[in-house]
């Protein structure tokens, strides 16, 4: 695809999604040295998941 060309579908940008709880308190656990770098990783991977799949199957 060259710079400038319309992606093969349509894609509408409406902006970040909110951060769960969950992955504010993962963040807080890490800063204060209560957890380590995995389980941050873990913590922040684990909403994005949950994000994917709400989008492939929004009805679920």
Same mark, same amino acid.
């Given at each position: 695809?060259?710079? #400038?060309?319309?992606?093969? %579908? *349509?894609?509408? $940008? =409406? #902006?970040? &999604? $909110? *951060?769960? /709880? @969950?992955? @504010?308190?993962?963040?807080?656990h %890490?800063? $204060?040295?209560?957890?380590?770098?995995?389980? &941050?990783? @873990? #913590?922040?991977?684990?909403? =994005? *998941?949950?994000?994917? /799949?709400? $989008? *492939?199957?929004? &009805?679920?």
């Open positions: 695809m060259t710079a #400038g060309a319309a992606p093969p %579908f *349509r894609a509408d $940008r =409406i #902006g970040s &999604l $909110r *951060r769960p /709880a @969950e992955l @504010e308190e993962a963040h807080a %890490f800063e $204060r040295v209560e957890t380590s770098a995995e389980a &941050l990783a @873990e #913590g922040e991977d684990r909403p =994005i *998941r949950t994000a994917v /799949a709400k $989008r *492939r199957h929004p &009805l679920s």
